[in-house]
């Protein structure tokens, strides 16, 4: 139906940069809401950072000044630059996705995950 694939973890030095991307396919319309979550072992999923389809973004705040969010409409992705990373950092990136399906509804989706390291 839909299927989200992410791509651009892995390992990064302390002060380093990462850029996650996402790939939303499948019966889609149109997509609101995208956005990027993660979850340290032992922790709650948490927000990173969310987009809207006008542009309008929001962050966590302990990644504010050092993450961006951005996507394109047209191909339906969403990546997160990564920037100054931290140690703390470290943990499995989710995208997710509020679309609106030809079936007429809207559902949240959610990608597979991509480790993210921050590690010397």
């Known amino acids: 139906q839909v299927q989200l694939v992410e791509s651009g973890g892995g390992l990064v030095q302390p002060g380093g940069s990462l850029r996650l991307s996402c790939a939303a396919s499948g019966s889609i319309v149109s997509i609101d809401n995208m956005g990027w979550y993660r979850q340290a072992p032992g922790k709650q999923r948490e927000l990173v950072a969310r987009?809207?389809?006008?542009?309008?973004?929001n962050y966590g705040d302990s990644v504010k000044g050092r993450f961006t969010i951005s996507r394109d409409n047209a191909k339906n992705t969403v990546s997160l630059q990564m920037n100054s990373t931290k140690p703390e950092d470290t943990a499995v990136y989710y995208c997710n996705a509020h679309i609106r399906l030809t079936l007429g509804y809207t559902a949240s989706f959610w990608g597979q995950g991509t480790q993210v390291t921050v590690s010397s």
């Open positions: 987009i809207i389809s006008s542009g309008s973004t």
